[in-house]
């Protein structure tokens, strides 16, 4: 039993990817172009505008295994340096599960006297949430009577606002984000009805600090595109660093692309197997492949877990579908997809 336990414990720690969380997990559709889902200050970002529509699943071999489904656009209004957005999403695992809708504002600056064909902008942002998180209670069971269990459906709404900094010149961007930057939510599907002085019990700070920066070389038809994106989780100090490359070549109809993500952990936790004891550090390799059929975009990635201490062979399907409306062709002279 003390060794199911261990076990289960380092699966838990280790699911920075498939535990449910406050908001939208961050997965890796940021890369197809979709930046706006993880950036409020992202929306509308360009001329027109964009859509764009997730589902990713996890496990297929698994019963209730975690899944989630988003629905976002945002667009620029108008000739004005304003744009807006939003964002609904569905966020399941097991017997947690939590939807919710965010709404964006941005504000976008032109920097310098340069040339209009020269992009250099400072992009602030700002998303109100509101969330709907849900726990089913009703298969649990305990011989002893347990006060945390209620035995029903839980259901709590809640409010919280993100914040979003980007900044891009020419092939250069880097943005930075604060999610969930209210404290005091108090989230009470998880002590409701609890007698044992439910307020020790309470986690209320779920604030994430995001932070992205890259570049694009080539302008002709090949490109290359590196960038990192580092996460910090403020209450209980998870970090996390994607490490990704992609490329891109220009074809008749449009653009084709693909690319590569290592996501690492800098926290790790230790485990006991039947005969040895070990530490593991959340790893994934995540392929991604992409094309924008004239103003549609199509993309997949698939994220494979590595290390010993896995809770199924099977890894993380997404697929995203994307259209834009009202693009100008190459307005600024760079090569910069989010912005032309």
Not at 70 to 82: I, K, W
Not at 116 to 135: D, E, K, Y
Not at 195 to 208: C, E, F, G, K, T
Not at 265 to 275: E, N, P, R, V
């Amino acid at each position: 039993m003390r060794l199911k336990l261990i076990i289960l414990f380092s699966f838990l720690l280790f699911g920075i990817n498939s535990k449910a969380q406050e908001g939208i997990p961050v997965y890796f559709d940021y890369l197809s172009d979709n930046y706006y889902l993880v950036f409020p200050s992202m929306a509308g970002v360009s001329q027109g505008g964009k859509i764009r529509a997730t589902a990713r699943k996890q496990w297929f071999d698994v019963e209730d295994a975690p899944n989630l489904q988003t629905l976002n656009a945002h667009f620029r209004l108008g000739d004005s340096p304003s744009g807006i957005g939003a964002i609904i999403f569905n966020d399941a695992n097991g017997y947690h599960s939590q939807t919710g809708f965010k709404g964006t504002y941005a504000h976008h600056l032109r920097m310098g006297s340069q040339d209009i064909r020269v992009l250099n902008q400072l992009s602030f942002g700002l998303s109100a949430t509101v969330l709907q998180s849900n726990l089913d209670e009703t298969d649990f069971r305990s011989t002893v009577v347990d006060p945390a269990i209620s035995g029903i459906k839980l259901s709590s709404t809640y409010f919280n606002v993100d914040l979003g900094l980007s900044y891009n010149y020419q092939e250069f961007y880097t943005h930075f984000a604060v999610t969930n930057a209210l404290t005091g939510s108090r989230r009470n599907v998880y002590y409701r009805d609890r007698q044992d002085n439910p307020d020790q019990l309470v986690i209320d700070n779920i604030r994430r600090y995001l932070i992205s920066a890259g570049y694009i070389f080539g302008r002709n038809e090949w490109q290359f595109e590196p960038s990192v994106l580092f996460q910090l989780t403020e209450f209980t100090r998870e970090k996390t660093m994607d490490v990704n490359a992609k490329v891109y070549k220009d074809v008749n109809f449009g653009r084709i692309w693909g690319g590569l993500s290592y996501r690492r952990s800098f926290d790790g936790a230790q485990y006991q197997t039947a005969t040895s004891f070990g530490e593991q550090r959340l790893q994934l390799i995540t392929p991604i492949i992409g094309a924008n059929i004239k103003n549609f975009l199509v993309s997949y990635n698939y994220s494979y877990q590595m290390g010993d201490i896995r809770f199924s062979n099977g890894g993380f399907h997404q697929i995203t579908l994307g259209y834009d409306f009202g693009q100008q062709e190459r307005k600024y002279d760079c090569y910069c997809p989010a912005a032309n």
